[in-house]
Every structure is written in structure tokens, then in C-alpha cells.
């Protein structure tokens, strides 16, 4: 049986939740695949995405934890958490790299990657990116990060696909949170 995809898509502030239900000639059930195109109320390159959704029955998509200059948006697969993204505008003056260089290795192997950024970190399970910027007339840097990643199960594409997803969502987000570079 080939699985359908479906397109999950949200306003800001809301809870999406897809239930899908495959219907097969004997009445069988089978797994989904998933397509998000909206991550945290920012559009996203649905193909960016995919590779941290496994097939499964459900996909739950939740920004409901986001505030002002702070989205966080949480992606949900039969219930399991797959990738969390957060965002964050914060003072120019700290070096977030090294104070979460020890929190980054509970991810598995982190290690510095050139061209996103003013700096970004991919480990294992997450990654993260910094860019100076200016919010409100202030110099800021914005803080992008995604973890709680576990697909795909080779280690080699997860880091690939994590470094991609940084490098294309970081300009956009923060655009859409007005810190700009």
C-alpha cells in the first residue's frame, strides 16, 4: 500500500493535529508520510523537514509555547517527540556557543560548521546557530536551535539534514522576528 502525504499548516498560537486514516482495499491501516511546511509559524521548505519525520499514524504539530521574539514550535509523530525548534532574540554581547558547549554534547558530538551564521554547532540530535542582528535599533544576536532529533537513524544524514534546515531557516526566521542582520 503507498502512503498519501499530507500538508500540515497552522496560524500562529495554534495546536495542528493531523490524524490520518488509510483506508486499503481489505481495510487495512498503514503507516503515513508526513509533509510540514510550517515550522513555528514560519514557512519552511517541506523537503527540509521530512527527513526528521519517520512514517507513522499521526502528526502533531504544536507552536503553542511561542511568545513574541521567542518561537518554539514542537513536532509530534504517534505521540513521540521529533524535533523541537527554538528561537531566541538575546544580547549582543554573550557567546552562546561556549556557554552551551556542555549542554550541545548531551546531543553527541558536537563540533563548529562554517557558513551559517555568525557561528552554528551540529551534533548528533540538534544543532544550533547564532547571528548578530539589530532588534528595536539594538546590535542582538539571534539564537536558533532544533533538538530532540532522532531521524533518521543513520547519524551521518540526521547531521547533514539538520545542517541543511539551520542553514536555510535561520534567515527566515529571523526576518519574521524583525532581527535583522
Not at 514542537?74 to 556557554?99: C, E, P, W
Request: proline fraction near 6%; charge should be positive; glycine fraction near 10%.
Amino acid at each position: 500500500m503507498k502512503a498519501r502525504k499530507k500538508s500540515v499548516s497552522r496560524g500562529g498560537g495554534a495546536v495542528a493535529v493531523l490524524t490520518v486514516m488509510i483506508a486499503g482495499a481489505a481495510g487495512c491501516a498503514g503507516p503515513e508520510s508526513f509533509t510540514v511546511s510550517d515550522l513555528c509559524g514560519r514557512k519552511v521548505d517541506s523537503a527540509l523537514v521530512a527527513p526528521f519525520l519517520p512514517e507513522g499514524e499521526t502528526l502533531k504539530v504544536d507552536d503553542g509555547i511561542s511568545a513574541p521574539g521567542q518561537p518554539r514550535c514542537q513536532v509530534y509523530v504517534d505521540g513521540d517527540l521529533h524535533l523541537y525548534v527554538r528561537g531566541n532574540i538575546d544580547k549582543a554581547d554573550f557567546d552562546i556557543l561556549k556557554a552551551t558547549e556542555r549542554s550541545m554534547r548531551r546531543l553527541g558530538n558536537p563540533a563548529p560548521v562554517d557558513g551559517i551564521g555568525d557561528g552554528a554547532t551540529i551534533a548528533d540530535r540538534g544543532a544550533m546557530a547564532v547571528q548578530a542582528c539589530t532588534y528595536k535599533g539594538e546590535k542582538r544576536q539571534y539564537i536558533l536551535e532544533i533538538d530532540r532529533v532522532d531521524h533518521p537513524a543513520n547519524t551521518v544524514e540526521r547531521r547533514e539534514a539538520l545542517q541543511k534546515l539551520l542553514r536555510a531557516h535561520l534567515p527566515v526566521i529571523m526576518k519574521a522576528e524583525g532581527c535583522r542582520p
